[in-house]
């Protein structure tokens, strides 16, 4: 890389539909990476690789894309000026059964464009990818995409943007008519009009004159603009208001950045990807407005020796440190790591250190990615992209450093699974081959749980939804050749406490010899709610208040982990227990039969017998529900909500139909989306999201534990 500063690395990342995939198919087509514009109803789009994503027409898997683009261009053609920029895009899916996929992208990127439907306008997923990109702090530009359809309303998603997303949305375009109209966009930093070309796909453009009829519109926004950037550059103020004339495009676009940048706008703009409007001004504003890697802050990680924090700059002669935030198995080169380098320069051939593992790794092959096809590269430097092979051990999230200079770079949030299925190998030689094909997938996507259930035998796959259980079996069948029989999809309920109670427990064993004893006294119910806003990755909430030594320090450790391995089965149902809090204050141990087991036994066993007292709870994942019907089905639908233990949020309409928002027990959704469609003939179509995890009813949970208790005697 010769200079950063012409680096960007960003995402597109939108709701279902928005039109992600064919927006990446254009940038690619105008910086000539490809020839011939590949779509996605067609099965052919460069970034929707996989089989499954072909035959269904969605992304399951974000993919990787390196391409450079000149900048600035007039009338399309190359301006003697031209710089070159460097582009690293991520082609995020929208469906929220993979959201992982925009989450660990949105941890690497240093900028994003948030696309949205002129007509549908911010939908529960834009809001999704949104508080992701909020997480992670990420500058990010709007485009409002399918300007060309019925009911594209440009300036109604700039509302939207605001009053639902609570952003400063800042309009640099406004659209020249719209639906079927739809011509071209006014520039409000140029004060011109751009008008496409359709015979040259969209890739060269006319200048004119605002229209007339536009005049006055254009002039407010243009002060809109003015102002909500001004306080980057007070000069700007003045100017504006002593003589708006004198005010540069360069003063403009430079505290448009700054402001961005800052988060404290986001730049909007708009076009039609499927028609080939707007793209390339959407990639100018990429060059114009997004951070390179040098104007985010430094990269800021904790010493593993040490503690202490410590930062790397996007500088290629600092220690080398990347994160790993995909694995990727490839059926030709075996395990793929993708990794964003924050900082240094790593030669293929060398060796890193993996932080979590505490071993060294050889790199035998850097990889730039295009999709699903691989480029070696003899190396890769702070601030890029790319893809290595060779690890033995690497899981997503690990942090790759110099050995010299250990350094812990700061993971991911990854959500919990809400939902399950049981799999068991159709014949004995699927056995083997299932175990290996799971353990995989597993590695590739940390979303994907797998546990035994111990009185069954049978092996449970937990996920983020029915879609995406449902790639993972087909996965299974196609990539690892494994036929497997499937359960119905059960619901991964949770347990909670209610009541604090004092317990104590005392573990007495002698069988010749050397015995086991222990004693302990604890308060156990549910953790402090301070502390949870402080810990929300954390479930046990653990305090120590043993004095005078009444149990050694040393045991103390194997109590905690008495208690956490305890939470993974509840008592009510063996479902895992959430938040909890334990209080441990007295006991007493013997001198030669004490040990850390015998205290890890006693806490585990004294879990079971407090749970018991402290009013279990189970809990039920609540989901959020959208659905967007017309007029005349909505007493149907409503009415099935309520029915499914629906509590409705809200009613508004969109583009001539009705918008219902309501929140519904998962366990209630099985075969929703078949339902809606023979309620409206077809025409209702839904979204739905993990929300929280409520206390499930009376009836449902005496239902549940039943069948659960059921289970075990069958097999017993």
């Not at 603009?225 to 002593?242: P, T």
């Not at 259930?453 to 995406?468: A, K, V």
């Not at 989306?673 to 499930?696: C, I």
Request: net charge negative.
């Amino acid at each position: 890389m010769a200079d950063l500063r012409l680096q960007r690395n960003f995402g597109i990342a939108a709701h279902i539909d928005a039109g992600k995939t064919t927006t990446t198919e254009r940038i690619l087509r105008y910086t000539g990476m490809i020839h011939k514009i590949g779509e996605v109803h067609d099965g052919a789009a460069t970034t929707d690789w996989m089989e499954q994503e072909k035959e269904r027409g969605i992304t399951i898997t974000s993919a990787a894309v390196s391409c450079q683009w000149n900048f600035p261009t007039d009338k399309g053609k190359a301006d003697a000026n031209t710089k070159k920029y460097y582009f690293n895009i991520i082609d995020t899916p929208g469906h929220v059964d993979f959201t992982v996929e925009v989450e660990r992208s949105m941890r690497v990127l240093d900028g994003l464009i948030a696309l949205f439907s002129a007509v549908d306008g911010v939908e529960p997923q834009s809001e999704t990818v949104w508080r992701q990109a909020n997480r992670y702090k990420v500058p990010r530009i709007g485009f409002v995409n399918k300007m060309d359809r019925s009911g594209a309303d440009f300036l109604m998603v700039v509302k939207q943007v605001k009053e639902m997303l609570g952003a400063k949305a800042v309009p640099l375009q406004l659209p020249i008519g719209a639906e079927d109209d739809f011509k071209g966009v006014v520039d409000l930093i140029k004060m011109k009009g751009i008008i496409w070309h359709m015979e040259t796909e969209g890739m060269t453009f006319d200048e004119i004159p605002v229209p007339a009829d536009m005049e006055a519109e254009v002039a407010e926004w243009r002060q809109n603009l003015i102002e909500a950037v001004a306080e980057y550059d007070d000069k700007l103020l003045e100017k504006f208001f002593e003589n708006p004339d004198s005010i540069s495009e360069e003063e403009v676009h430079e505290a448009i950045r700054k402001a961005t940048i800052d988060l404290s706008i986001v730049p909007m703009m708009c076009g039609s990807s499927f028609k080939n409007k707007g793209v390339q001004t959407a990639l100018d504003a990429v060059c114009r407005y997004l951070p390179s890697p040098v104007d985010i802050e430094d990269t800021v990680g904790t010493n593993p020796d040490s503690g202490e924090p410590e930062t790397r700059k996007p500088d290629p002669k600092e220690p080398f440190a990347a994160l790993a935030f995909k694995i990727m198995t490839d059926p030709f080169v075996g395990r793929l790591a993708f990794f964003r380098c924050y900082s240094g320069h790593l030669d293929a051939g060398s060796y890193v250190l993996n932080v979590r593992s505490g071993k060294k790794e050889r790199i035998s092959r850097i990889m730039k990615m295009f999709a699903n096809k691989q480029n070696p590269i003899d190396f890769i430097e702070a601030g890029d992209i790319g893809a290595a092979v060779g690890f033995k051990e690497i899981k997503t999230g690990d942090t790759l450093c110099d050995e010299n200079h250990p350094i812990t770079l700061e993971n991911m949030f990854i959500p919990e699974p809400v939902i399950a299925i049981a799999v068991e190998p159709k014949t004995q030689a699927d056995v083997d081959k299932m175990g290996m094909a799971i353990a995989k997938l597993v590695e590739e996507d940390p979303t994907l749980r797998v546990n035994t259930d111990e009185d069954t035998g049978q092996t449970i796959l937990r996920g983020m939804g029915e879609l995406h259980l449902e790639i993972i079996i087909d996965r299974m069948r196609r990539e690892f050749k494994v036929e497997v029989n499937q359960g119905a999809p059960q619901v991964a309920y949770k347990e909670a406490f209610r009541k604090t109670v004092e317990h104590r427990e005392t573990l007495k064993k002698q069988t010749g010899g050397r015995g086991k004893f222990a004693d302990i006294v604890f308060e156990l119910g549910p953790a402090d709610e301070e502390w949870l806003a402080a810990n929300p990755k954390d479930n046990l909430q653990f305090v120590n208040d043993i004095f005078g030594g009444s149990i050694p320090r040393e045991f103390i450790q194997p109590i905690q982990k008495g208690f956490q391995s305890a939470l993974g089965t509840g008592v009510l149902a063996n479902y895992p227990v959430e938040n909890v809090k334990v209080r441990i204050f007295d006991g007493s141990f013997h001198q030669v039969d004490s040990d850390g087991m015998s205290f890890e036994l006693c806490a585990r066993a004294g879990f079971r017998e407090a749970g018991r007292k402290a009013q279990p709870v189970l809990l039920e994942p609540i989901m959020k529900v959208e659905v967007i019907t017309p007029d005349q089905y909505m007493g149907d639908v409503t009415g099935d909500l309520n029915r499914r233990r629906g509590m409705l949020e809200g009613m508004d309409s969109r583009g001539g139909a009705q918008v219902i928002k309501a929140k519904v027990p998962l366990s209630e959704m099985f075969g929703y989306v078949t339902q809606l469609r023979s309620l409206s003939s077809g025409r209702a179509t839904s979204t739905m999201e993990f929300s929280h995890y409520n206390p499930a009813p009376n009836n449902i949970a005496e239902e549940v534990i039943a069948k659960v208790k059921g289970k075990l005697k069958v097999s017993e």
